[in-house]
């Protein structure tokens, strides 16, 4: 099994919903990546937090055996977002952000950290991202996330940190907005020719696209009869996806695929209540039971 | 091979789109539906057109192999729709209607076509699809589409004549709309317990799903990388459902998961296109390599 190491945001998440809300909950992209990555594989945590951080969240990723010798404590408070979502859940709509103790994040790499079998740089400055570069040796496979932030403010660094990674995984607007043209076709013609090796587009309920330059993937999204709070969705994804990824340490084409598969299980789970309050309760044998539904969902011949 | 009996519109269309447009062009729910379902079986078509029909449009239909004994050429003009999409191609807007003989339409079904194996009701009144039911003896499979116009000006009707319709073809808004719900599961559960054994969500360049009281089934749309017109991709996606289904006469779940994939096959072809131009120079070759291709797209599992 490898190890997997991922940079991102730990937060305090206050989000409505037309199906309820939550106040001051656990969140982050770097924690929900963490815990979904923690069903498959060990996963090592660069982050930071203020003072202000619950010690019951540390209890709980510990839980996770996830390490956290890479979650920076320093003085101030920690990084806090406000957001909602009508019944149109697929678009956040955010009221506040206090980006806190976040805002001069510089993420150092421990020493034991800094030969990784996969790497996740989540959603930060891509100088930051190439920063965390230059400080590992090459891993197997590095994926990355964005945002239309970075894509309008930081092309140019944006474009030399994608030249180094394997994996893009953004959403829908996010790859439209990159690759400038409607096309997704287009668009990963644009984005591959650039570095990645693989363009995961997320699209929410739609599901999502991977692309390579001689093959697309597509898998929807699993039906949910209830969906709460779709925040870390797509953080979720992308745990699941490397976790996967680095349990089996396997990287061929269908192994990838069925990482995909994988993410969009967590995914689904995500979703299904507010927070990561759904991960705290989930177990691995609901998880292979609803891989195995994702197969009657997507097959169209043997459906055994 | 089953007999295949349609009932729809045969339209005039004015279209523009980002990437073109086309004058007064061969339309309409029934011809797309024909077309693609001739691909596969032999099509009786009931429609009506004015006067002014072009003759080379008679030619082009009859050249598919399409029954014409039940379309009609009553005095007036034929029906035009005009229309543009904007670059989100997923939804049209609608610049004129001119129903024109198609106001007046009441189909009568020629004693030659009482037996149809299979029928569908494309979108028109839902008072004229049940009377198209009462003449008709019970095919082994009926679908039909409707549209926001009828779920809200006529439900009474609507749901009187879903209850004798085995399988629904709509859109994703259309389906929201008559389940009154936002949630597509929530949607399916209400609208199963009123008639139809299948409810085909569609949902444009996000694919198609459907439901069934214990299954769920989603397929992808075919990524294209040149989408020039979306005008009759429903009804092309009906055409080549119901057309595989009249061939192989094999109505089991496996097929029925089978004739979405042609469907989605037929559509993704018609989209190349402005009006029927792609469906005119296809090549059953074609059909079969794409739907080779989305097996390719969509398994994780065995890739031969």
Redesign the interface.
């Known amino acids: 099994m490898g190890t997997l190491l991922v940079v991102g945001s730990v937060a305090l998440d206050t989000v409505r919903t037309?199906f309820g809300e939550a106040t001051e909950v656990l969140g982050g992209s770097a924690t929900y990546f963490s815990v979904a990555a923690s069903y498959f594989a060990a996963v090592n945590l660069i982050a930071v937090v203020g003072e202000d951080f619950p010690e019951q969240h540390i209890k709980f990723l510990k839980s996770r055996n996830i390490d956290l010798s890479g979650l920076e404590r320093r003085p101030g408070s920690t990084f806090r977002w406000k957001g909602e979502y009508t019944?149109?859940?697929n678009e956040a709509h955010t009221l506040d952000t206090r980006l806190n103790v976040f805002e001069t994040f510089r993420p150092k790499i421990p020493e034991a950290y800094r030969s990784p079998d996969l790497l996740f740089l989540g959603n930060i400055d891509p100088n930051l991202q190439l920063e965390v570069l230059r400080q590992v040796k090459r891993p197997s496979l590095v994926a990355c996330d964005t945002m239309n932030f970075w894509i309008e403010g930081k092309p140019d660094a944006l474009w030399r940190m994608l030249k180094e990674v394997d994996v893009l995984i953004i959403n829908d607007g996010e790859a439209r907005l990159l690759g400038r043209d409607?096309?997704?076709?287009?668009v990963a013609k644009t984005i591959l020719s650039k570095g990645p090796k693989h363009l995961i587009v997320k699209?929410g309920e739609?599901?999502v696209?991977m692309?390579t330059r001689d093959?697309?993937?597509?898998?929807?999204a699993f039906?949910?009869?209830?969906?709460k709070d779709p925040t870390g969705a797509g953080d979720t994804f992308a745990g699941g996806f490397m976790g996967y990824l680095a349990a089996t340490g396997n990287l061929s084409?269908?192994s990838i695929?069925?990482a995909?598969?994988f993410g969009s299980v967590m995914a689904s789970f995500t979703v299904e209540a507010f927070s990561l309050d759904r991960l705290r309760i989930l177990d691995y044998k609901e998880i292979e039971a609803r891989f195995r539904e994702f197969?009657?969902?997507?097959?169209?011949?043997d459906?055994a």
């Not at 409607?182 to 287009?186: C, D």
């Not at 039906?223 to 969906?227: D, I, S, T, Y």
């Open positions: 037309p019944y149109q859940l409607s096309n997704l076709v287009q699209r739609y599901g696209l692309f093959h697309v993937f597509g898998a929807p039906p949910l009869e209830q969906v084409d269908v695929r069925q995909i598969v197969k009657r969902l997507t097959h169209f011949e459906l």
